[in-house]
């Protein structure tokens, strides 16, 4: 009996958090700079959204940190996150003398940097993504990796910090995976 009631109390509160969760991020969307079509997040994640571009078609998994302060973040289309994805796109500025690092609210040259996600990636669990970084179209970041470095285009990236790792497909199967997306409309 009592397992039972257990059940039905935590299937109501799953279910309110998940009705909730659609309801805040349609009021949530509107704070991103800009925003897609089919875009699901988890309205409990934090995102810096003025400075948030998203493309169509993306969804970005729970416990989502997305910084940008003082620059852009851009996410393309069809884009995957994992749970716990961190992305960053800046730094302290650590290089003042006699004076606290908390304290130091000026910024310097280079201290913030943009992060651009081209089309049809996927970020991994627990990956975290520093500033300055370009993920390519069509890669992959395995889960666990600190993407301190550009990705090349359809390949993966892993490890700590993450390196090259593999492309996706060989030559003639990449090129019969861009004929086939051309015919199908896709660019």
Known sequence: MLKDLFRIVATIILFKRGF?????RQFLRAKFKTCGKNVKFDSLS?????NINIGNDVYIGPNAVFSASNSE?????????GPNVTIICGNH?????????????????????????????WIGANVVILKGVIVRKGSIVAA??????????????????????????NESQLK???MLMQCNGIR
């Open 20 to 24: 909730l969760n659609r309801i805040s």
């Open 46 to 50: 934090r995102f810096t959204y003025q």
């Open 73 to 81: 973040l851009t996410i393309g289309n069809k884009v995957l996150f």
């Open 93 to 121: 500025n650590t290089a003042v003398i006699g004076s606290y690092m908390f304290d130091i609210s000026e910024k310097k040259t280079g201290d913030d940097m943009p992060i651009v996600i081209e089309d049809d990636v």
């Open 144 to 169: 666990g990796s600190v993407l301190t470095k550009s990705t090349l285009p359809y390949s993966i990236f892993k490890g700590v910090p993450a390196t090259f790792y593999k492309y996706r497909w």
């Open 176 to 178: 019969q995976h861009r």
